[in-house]
């Protein structure tokens, strides 16, 4: 028979042994959700970029229909205080930039930059894109010859 000193020890470390196998299981499980948890901040990391990239179509959007209603409202705001050519400059100018807007709107949302990880987000289809713009700059454009072919405001 085994001293009783040596059986104590043993037994002392058949139970370190088990807790540093309990201790490595916990970690591992630890591992495992704190992985989980950064693939999801990744996950709404990219969520974040396309809606940016969103509000980003909506800012240039936002700002040709502005300068579109401006080149607009150019003509019959100072008719009669300056000179017709400078009406007509100043509307063109203000509409070629609102078509400038409309393009870059749909460059800007097709072409972010890098990839970011995969969304969870869905991102607006690129022909929607491209139709609802080319409807713009086509709108821009029958304004541009409405102000330098049409009737003089009065």
Known sequence: MAPPK????AEKIKDSAVQMKDSAVRMERETARMEDS???????????????AERTYAA?????????ASG?????LLF???????????????????????????????DPGPPPPVPDAKRMHPALLVLINGFLI???LAALVSINLGHPAG
């Open 80 to 110: 009669g205080v300056v000179h017709d050519w400078l009406i007509a400059v100043t509307g063109s100018v203000l509409i070629l930039f609102s078509v400038f807007c409309y393009g870059a709107a749909v460059w800007r949302n097709l």
């Open 138 to 140: 086509v709108v821009a």
């Open 72 to 76: 607009l409202g150019v003509k019959p």
């Open 38 to 52: 950064a693939d999801r901040r990744t996950e709404l990391s990219a969520d974040r970029t396309v809606f940016a």
């Open 60 to 68: 240039w959007v936002r700002t040709g229909l502005v300068a579109m």
């Open 6 to 9: 040596l059986v104590k020890d």
